[in-house]
């Protein structure tokens, strides 16, 4: 059960930071609801994303995301997750870039009514790799491929990414998620700096 609910939180974070040209250093905030059939337990919450551009080459990531989830036995559980990345990127061709990223993860589960005393917390890894390529100047769409361990338990999941630049430096973005343990959905804004 709290290997899907990691999972579901961690995957609502975006995908790796775009190469340069695209957009690379900025702040990035979702709404996002899960969908789990292993276990039947869905959730909802935010999640937050900062980047920053080292070099041309390099950069560096920090996602935290929250999440409660529905009721189920009578009870609720809060999930907070935490990682931070470290990644690369090469430009494919104009406008297509592959980017990969790997890093520390923290989670931190805790229950409320009949769930409580359910309260764990570990640290893991995750590592990522994608493609992302801009369509034309407003459009970036993006797919990922993601693999993060915690818990004892290992879990992978594929992630589209879509963005539309309302202007140079704020942008829409969706995502949808589909992963070993739950499917997640997501909807916000990013910033560029």
Same mark, same amino acid.
């Given at each position: 059960?709290?290997?899907?609910?990691?999972?579901?939180?961690?995957?609502?974070?975006?995908?790796?930071?775009?190469?340069?040209?695209?957009?690379?250093?900025?702040?990035?905030?979702?709404?996002?609801?899960?969908?789990?059939?292993?276990?039947?337990?869905?959730?909802?919450?935010?999640?937050?994303?900062?980047?920053?551009?080292?070099?041309?080459?390099?950069?560096?990531?920090?996602?935290?995301?929250?999440?409660?989830?529905?009721?189920?036995?009578?009870?609720?559980?809060?999930?907070?997750?935490? $990682?931070?990345? /470290?990644?690369?990127? =090469?430009? &494919? *061709?104009?406008? +297509?870039?592959? @980017?990969? #990223?790997?890093?520390?993860?923290?989670?931190?589960?805790?229950?409320?009514?009949?769930?409580?005393?359910?309260?764990?917390?570990?640290?893991?890894?995750?590592?990522?790799?994608?493609?992302?390529?801009?369509?034309?100047?407003?459009?970036?769409?993006?797919?990922?491929?993601?693999?993060?361990?915690?818990?004892?338990?290992?879990?992978? $999941?594929?992630? /589209?990414?879509?963005? =539309?630049? &309302? *202007?140079?430096? +704020?942008?829409? @973005?969706? #995502?949808?998620?589909?992963?070993?343990?739950?499917?997640?959905?997501?909807?916000?804004?990013?910033?560029?700096?």
């Amino acid at each position: 059960m709290r290997h899907t609910l990691i999972a579901a939180a961690l995957l609502a974070a975006p995908a790796a930071v775009m190469a340069e040209g695209l957009s690379y250093t900025y702040a990035d905030a979702r709404y996002f609801s899960t969908d789990s059939d292993a276990l039947s337990i869905n959730s909802q919450g935010a999640a937050l994303t900062g980047s920053f551009a080292i070099d041309s080459l390099f950069f560096v990531a920090g996602d935290a995301s929250y999440a409660k989830s529905e009721r189920f036995n009578g009870g609720k559980l809060d999930t907070v997750t935490a $990682a931070v990345r /470290g990644g690369a990127h =090469y430009a &494919v *061709t104009t406008g +297509l870039d592959a @980017v990969a #990223s790997v890093g520390a993860l923290f989670a931190d589960i805790s229950g409320s009514g009949s769930l409580n005393g359910r309260d764990d917390n570990d640290f893991g890894y995750v590592a990522q790799a994608g493609l992302r390529l801009a369509l034309v100047p407003q459009v970036e769409v993006g797919g990922f491929y993601s693999y993060q361990s915690i818990f004892g338990g290992n879990n992978g $999941a594929f992630t /589209g990414d879509l963005q =539309y630049h &309302v *202007t140079d430096k +704020l942008s829409l @973005v969706g #995502s949808a998620t589909s992963g070993d343990a739950a499917d997640v959905y997501a909807l916000g804004a990013r910033y560029h700096f």
